[in-house]
């Protein structure tokens, strides 16, 4: 084992700092997920009327679409 202790702990150290930020990342594109399916859940998107008025009418699907693109409102 060449390795030296202080090195294997510095390389952990470092892959722990990446694995943070992909998890990080994950968190954020859950977040924007979650915000979208709220929005197409609430019964109050699907309000009796004319489909133009309705929130869900107006969206055309923007809310899903940003969240897949990883664009927040």
Request: hydrophobic letters at 25%; one cysteine or more.
């Amino acid at each position: 084992m060449s390795e030296s202790l202080e090195e294997h702990v510095q390389d952990l150290e470092f892959k722990l700092r990446c694995h943070e930020g992909a998890v990080k990342e994950l968190n954020e594109e859950n977040e924007r997920y979650k915000q979208a399916l709220k929005f197409y859940a609430d019964k109050k998107t699907y309000d009796i009327g004319s489909v133009l008025r309705t929130p869900i009418g107006r969206d055309c699907g923007k809310k899903a679409r940003q969240a897949l693109e990883g664009e927040s409102e």
